[in-house]
């Protein structure tokens, strides 16, 4: 950090001092070496892959982008898988490795690459470009790729890049995930090697009848527009089907096509392919109320149910289900008397008292999975075997944890430090700690965690450093996110230090979950069945009065709050709902009508608008815009493909229409989040000067108040 550096321009520079930090971990399966992601400072956007020896603990550098020669320049392919999982480093984001790890593929610039770990070689393979998604086979001999809407194989050598097989028509791709798999299921890819290499079970990808949205940038009229397939809520989606691709010599590019009942369950929302059974498929109704779990046979692609689950609301997806054991169990995750629960073969493993969030992995003598227990603030590593549950993380936090065979890459975060750790174990004993080279951000969250009201809304509150309650009442800022599946109050440092920075401007700044956001199980995340708008908004205001009364200092004639995607929405909902409560709001990128938001993830909350269209004018902001009577401000990027500008735009159509003044702050060239250093500093201190201005609150200095303790 630089003397002239104030908080906004750090965290700018520093990705919110993500950089530098390692991530993507792989482990052996013989735990010899670890494989992850790291880039070179803490100001560095391009990864490189770096290895563990867990012998001797050192760090090698297996492939740098700057010595390969990496351009940045990444393709529409690449440019929207970073999209999907909100990617905003460049350089290696993603790698993939044989079963013994010591063979790795991976993409930069639409350019293949590999690596064989134990003699040191790294090469360019003459794929066509641009080269997408690489993954070796088992044995490392063959990698798989997509390009051009196809799948494709390639020598480990550089020999015989073949098309297995080519789109029929140019809206039509094999081996991808489609747009809402991507975005709102958690599958980002979309083909599996069989264990033996002889085959890749894949996927067909239809969006024929998905509607073309063109995303235009205003800022350059010149620029002709791009089209993409966006399935907006109660339209069609993409048509996915799966084919088993014979790639052995003898019968090359065969095709045997998986059957089930696509029109009943359409969206495949998972598969799994191991070597300890057949391969599975987890397939939902549109409506999400039913899945299914299937078994294909790998020689004729017929399928046999193994598993139905109804739910009056829906089917919540959760990572690593399903799967089998070593022994053939099959494994899954269930909501049963208000407690996710793994299950095998049917048996419950963890009981009531844990709410499990993720399978990270099945060895042959137990489970590992993150999960909550009486804490929704904390997620722990538990090994889970059916005698029970025990925790692998030790200290208060949130964990997350990759294995393989006797290591454990072990990532914990806390509130005493911004990074936390990252260590390897070998069973239970710490053998190494993976170097973090993020900054440190000269901000310190000055974090109460709390549980406010009649529901126990767990909240974080964050004050100016030296503030006492006697110095005076303090404006309050809400910063919530407040939508399905997504937490914000954590116990961990990271994810404060921009509240904190507000407050230290001088304001007292409350992060509330409420109801949706997960942690609390499967009643809890189903109380928004149906409303949006109601119980996420309700709780916000219920979180604010529940603190106003324990405290003196919070000032509710000058209350603020801001928000982005599902934040924004409920940040513009605040001040147009709840005028009485709310005096001013900054909404990035809100789902202003959820008619233009996706299939997936709209319709599991709020059904098909073609039968139920009440439901989304209830939860619409547009018929609210008569009602604005506080400040807004309105924040979208103009080529956002996931909240598309169209939604700020019809919003402050329908308020200029009624003649309500508001503020509309367009993004040129932004997409869903800025990643730009200007502008993601600058975003921030507008949003200020907006709330100060918007708030009577004094204007001027925005600099860094206080110094880290």
Known sequence: MTAADTFPRHSARTQGFSLGAPRNFTVAPDGQRVLFLRSSSGTDRSNALWMLDTGDGTEHRVADPVQLDDTGTASEEELARRERARERASGITAYAVDDSARRVAFTLSGELFVAELASGLLRRL??????????????????????????????????????????EHERIQWGCAEFIAAEEMNRGRGYWWAPDGSTILATRVDESEVAQWNLADPADPARPPRTMPYPAAGESNAVVALELLRVDDAEFGQRVPVRWDNGAHPYLVAVHWSEYGRPLLAVQSRDQRSQLVLAVDPDTGET??????????????????????????????????????????????????????????????????????????????????????????????????????????????????LHGTVRVLREDTPIAEITSLAETSTITPRLRLLRLGARELCSALLLPHGHRSEHGRLPVLLDPYGGPQAQRVLRRQQGYLTPQWFAEQGFAVLVTDGRGTGGRGPDWDRAVAG??????????????????????????????????????????????????????????????????????????????????????????????????????????????????????????????????????????GVT??????????????????????ALGLPTGSSGDAAPSE
């Open 126 to 167: 003459p794929a066509r470009y641009p080269a997408a998604d690489p993954r070796p086979d088992a044995t490392g001999t063959r990698v798989a790729y997509t390009s051009q809407g196809g799948l494709r194989v390639i020598g480990f050598d550089g020999s015989e890049d073949r098309a297995l097989i080519e789109p």
């Open 672 to 693: 869903h989040m800025p990643t730009s250093e200007s502008k993601s500093e600058n975003l921030l201190l507008l949003q200020l000067d907006f709330l100060r201005r």
């Open 304 to 417: 046999t149910e193994l598993h139905h689950e109804t739910d009056p609301h829906w089917i919540e997806i959760k990572t690593g289900w399903p799967a089998w054991t070593p022994d053939g169990g099959l494994v899954r995750i269930s909501p049963i008397d208000g407690a996710y629960r793994l299950l095998v073969d049917g048996n419950d493993w963890t009981g009531p008292a844990l709410q499990v969030r993720a399978i990270l992995d099945i060895g042959p003598t137990d489970i590992l999975v993150s999960a909550s227990a009486e804490d929704p603030t904390q997620v722990h590593v538990y090994r889970v075997t059916e005698a029970g549950a025990r925790r692998l993380s030790e200290q208060d936090g949130v964990h997350g944890a990759t294995r393989g065979g006797p290591v454990t890459v072990l990532s914990s975060g806390d509130t005493e430090r």
């Open 531 to 668: 409303d949006l708008a109601g119980p996420p908004l309700q709780d916000q205001v219920d979180a604010l009065h529940a603190c106003a009364a324990e405290r003196t200092d919070l000032d509710l004639d000058r209350v603020g709050i801001r928000g982005w995607s599902f934040g924004g929405y409920l940040a513009a909902l605040a001040v147009l709902r709840r005028p009485d409560v709310f005096h001013a709001a900054v909404a990035g990128a809100p789902v202003c009508d959820f008619r233009l938001y996706d299939t997936h993830y709209t319709e599991r909350y709020l059904g098909d608008p073609n039968r139920n269209p009440e439901t989304y004018t209830a939860n619409s902001l547009l018929r609210m815009a008569p009602e604005l009577r506080r400040e807004l401000l309105l924040v979208h990027g103009t080529v956002d493909d996931n909240v598309v500008f169209a939604h700020s735009l019809r919003l402050s159509e329908a308020l200029t229409s009624a003649g309500r003044p508001h503020t509309l702050l367009p993004l040129p």
